[in-house]
């Protein structure tokens, strides 16, 4: 990681010299430690606050330059109220607050800051929180850029090193390492999404999933001949077509009790979808790179998981393949026996996510009879036709998982919406060949895709996610201005941590 930034608390009083930070909420003047030291500064509160239009919204930012009375150089007093409207739910406050503050510094070019936090209300879970949203709001994907940005030109610091005075320093250093850990899992999907194909392709996938070892995960990586060996036909027919040769990547983390059945967790790995022989057009295929979002957001969860060691049995199955097209690409029209058995039609060589799925579901309910499985799939546009980016879709057989992982969405503002599924859909993919087609036409799209996977989860309680619109290509939010914002580790993260944690 090119960037480096430091969080770290401490504890009061302390007069540091450099960038002080202090909040102010809603019309209100600072108080508690940020009141006394503003009141250091003798400045009038009411004048220079109306002067200059604050108000204490967040966003909005005091910068006073080189302030009598005080050590620091610098005294930024930034919003603390409530956020604009419509903005993620309250729960995602503090996170946006990191974000923001991250935000500031960074346009001003400020490398060091100390930020006093002493209100009753910046618990630790919300220090933590903030922290994250620090983190979150920090990442930078510029590996490629051999021109760093020149002195002057650029509007973000290499480093950043923040430290956050709090009350209660031991309960905040806890609960930031513990958050940390969701962090970190959010920004390896993000390194993985936003990487080329060129530079990441099936192999090097599993190899960055094998470099987890060192945490405590297991992991296994099945080759082509042994996918072979099991008959996972329809991930192969998906990877015939491309030099890059097929991987099944599973990581184990056995955090919970011995025996305990694992919860399951399959993610879609193209590496890069150029929609094989029924091609995509070319305007945006560049974004086809992001098409294993899926298998990012698994493997960032597995690596959280074992990183903040949770009490749990965890499996994480990933399907690696590359869609292109060759003399020996798979062909509309070509039928092939899925693992279970299953014939599939392959009508459309676009459709190709849920063939990697049906194996991948099918594998992983057949060896680890799983609690339950979710996958994770950027798995149709018409998705992102419905929903946008703010929701990723949900399809479920289990009213219990569909409702928790709903919850586990507005908790962390990786939000997901209830699409129906039923025979009316299932009906549409039948196949005049063979015993389902994998691809139903226009009508209802990402439902159609859901019943396909549906085909191949033999009755396990099972959630698919389908995160085409939400993985990628991502709008800036205070925590996040990468392309790839890492959709669905902390949803999962928490998914656990709420419900099925030991
Ligand atoms: N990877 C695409 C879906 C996608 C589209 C993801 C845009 C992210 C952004 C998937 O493999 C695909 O091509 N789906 C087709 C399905 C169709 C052929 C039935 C689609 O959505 O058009
Ligand atoms: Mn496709
Ligand atoms: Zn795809």
Same mark, same amino acid.
């Given at each position: 990681?090119?960037?480096?930034?430091?969080?770290?608390?401490?504890?009061?009083?302390?007069?540091?010299?450099?960038?002080?930070?202090?909040?102010?909420?809603?019309?209100?003047?600072?108080?508690?430690?940020?009141?006394?030291?503003?009141?250091?500064?003798?400045?009038?509160?009411?004048?220079?606050?109306?002067?200059?239009?604050? *108000?204490?919204?967040?966003?909005?930012?005091?910068?006073?330059?080189?302030?009598?009375?005080? @050590?620091?150089? %610098?005294?930024?007093?930034?919003?603390?109220?409530?956020?604009?409207?419509?903005?993620?739910?309250? !729960?995602?406050?503090?996170?946006?607050?990191?974000?923001?503050?991250?935000?500031?510094?960074?346009?001003?070019?400020?490398?060091?800051?100390?930020?006093?936090?002493?209100?009753?209300?910046?618990?630790?879970?919300?220090?933590?929180?903030?922290?994250?949203?620090?983190?979150? %709001?920090?990442?930078?994907?510029? %590996?490629?850029? *051999?021109?760093?940005?020149?002195?002057?030109?650029?509007?973000?610091?290499?480093?950043?090193?923040?430290?956050?005075?709090?009350?209660?320093?031991?309960?905040?250093?806890?609960?930031?390492? #513990? =958050?940390?850990?969701?962090?970190?899992?959010?920004?390896?999907?993000?390194?993985?999404?936003?990487?080329?194909?060129?530079?990441?392709?099936?192999?090097?996938?599993?190899? $960055?999933?094998?470099?987890?070892?060192? +945490?405590?995960?297991?992991?296994?990586?099945?080759?082509?001949?042994?996918?072979?060996?099991?008959? +996972?036909?329809?991930?192969?027919?998906? !990877?015939?077509? *491309?030099?890059?040769?097929?991987?099944?990547?599973?990581? $184990?983390?056995?955090?919970?009790?011995?025996?305990?059945?694992?919860? @399951?967790?399959?993610?879609?790995?193209?590496?890069?979808?150029?929609?094989?022989?029924?091609?995509?057009?070319? &305007?945006?295929?560049?974004?086809?790179?992001?098409?294993?979002?899926?298998? !990012? @957001?698994?493997?960032?969860?597995?690596?959280?998981?074992?990183? =903040?060691?949770?009490?749990?049995?965890?499996?994480?199955?990933?399907?690696?393949?590359?869609?292109?097209?060759?003399?020996?690409?798979?062909?509309?029209?070509?039928?092939?026996?899925?693992?279970?058995?299953?014939?599939?039609?392959?009508?459309?060589?676009?459709?190709?996510? %849920?063939?990697?799925?049906? #194996? &991948?579901?099918?594998?992983?309910?057949?060896?680890?009879?799983?609690?339950?499985?979710?996958?994770?799939?950027?798995?149709?546009?018409?998705?992102?036709?419905?929903?946008?980016?703010?929701?990723?879709?949900?399809?479920?057989?289990?009213?219990?998982?569909?409702?928790?992982?709903?919850?586990?969405?507005?908790?962390?503002?990786?939000?997901?919406?209830?699409?129906?599924?039923?025979?009316?859909?299932?009906? +549409?993919?039948?196949? =005049?060949?063979?015993?389902?087609?994998?691809?139903?036409? =226009?009508?209802?799209?990402?439902?159609?895709?859901?019943?396909?996977?549906?085909?191949?989860?033999?009755?396990?309680?099972?959630? $698919?996610?389908?995160?085409?619109?939400?993985?990628?290509?991502?709008?800036?939010?205070?925590?996040?201005?990468?392309?790839?914002?890492?959709?669905?580790?902390?949803?999962?993260?928490?998914?656990?941590?709420?419900?099925?944690?030991?």
């Amino acid at each position: 990681m090119p960037h480096t930034l430091t969080v770290t608390t401490a504890a009061f009083p302390l007069a540091p010299t450099g960038t002080l930070v202090i909040y102010a909420g809603d019309g209100a003047a600072p108080a508690g430690k940020g009141g006394e030291i503003w009141a250091a500064t003798g400045l009038d509160w009411k004048k220079l606050s109306s002067a200059a239009g604050f *108000s204490g919204r967040q966003g909005q930012v005091l910068d006073i330059l080189a302030p009598s009375g005080l @050590a620091a150089d %610098r005294l930024l007093v930034l919003g603390a109220g409530k956020p604009a409207e419509g903005d993620n739910p309250p !729960a995602n406050a503090w996170a946006d607050r990191g974000g923001s503050l991250a935000g500031k510094l960074m346009g001003l070019r400020i490398a060091e800051a100390a930020v006093v936090l002493d209100s009753a209300e910046a618990t630790p879970a919300r220090v933590a929180e903030l922290a994250a949203g620090v983190r979150l %709001r920090h990442y930078r994907f510029d %590996r490629y850029k *051999s021109q760093k940005p020149k002195n002057g030109e650029s509007s973000e610091p290499e480093a950043l090193a923040v430290t956050l005075y709090v009350t209660d320093s031991k309960g905040s250093e806890a609960a930031i390492a #513990d =958050r940390t850990a969701v962090v970190e899992g959010t920004l390896m999907a993000r390194d993985l999404v936003n990487e080329p194909a060129n530079v990441l392709g099936t192999e090097e996938f599993a190899a $960055h999933a094998e470099a987890l070892a060192p +945490l405590g995960l297991e992991v296994e990586v099945l080759d082509e001949k042994q996918l072979r060996k099991l008959g +996972l036909n329809a991930l192969l027919s998906v !990877a015939q077509g *491309s030099a890059r040769p097929p991987r099944l990547v599973v990581m $184990h983390w056995n955090g919970g009790g011995k025996g305990t059945r694992p919860v @399951a967790f399959v993610g879609k790995g193209v590496v890069f979808d150029s929609g094989g022989v029924s091609i995509k057009p070319a &305007a945006g295929m560049e974004d086809m790179k992001g098409d294993m979002g899926g298998a !990012a @957001a698994v493997t960032g969860l597995m690596r959280t998981l074992a990183a =903040r060691k949770a009490r749990i049995n965890a499996v994480g199955v990933i399907g690696l393949v590359e869609n292109m097209v060759s003399g020996t690409a798979m062909r509309p029209g070509d039928i092939v026996r899925a693992m279970s058995g299953t014939t599939i039609e392959i009508n459309n060589t676009d459709a190709e996510g %849920r063939l990697v799925l049906a #194996d &991948a579901l099918w594998y992983t309910q057949s060896r680890f009879k799983p609690r339950f499985m979710v996958d994770l799939a950027t798995l149709t546009g018409a998705i992102g036709v419905a929903l946008g980016q703010d929701h990723a879709g949900l399809f479920s057989n289990d009213e219990e998982l569909a409702g928790r992982l709903l919850t586990a969405g507005l908790a962390t503002g990786e939000k997901l919406w209830r699409m129906p599924m039923g025979p009316a859909y299932d009906k +549409l993919i039948e196949s =005049r060949f063979a015993d389902i087609k994998n691809s139903a036409g =226009r009508q209802a799209g990402s439902i159609t895709a859901a019943q396909f996977l549906a085909r191949f989860v033999n009755d396990v309680p099972w959630a $698919h996610l389908d995160i085409a619109g939400t993985a990628m290509g991502a709008s800036s939010s205070e925590v996040n201005t990468s392309w790839a914002p890492g959709y669905g580790v902390a949803l999962l993260d928490r998914l656990v941590r709420d419900n099925y944690e030991a």
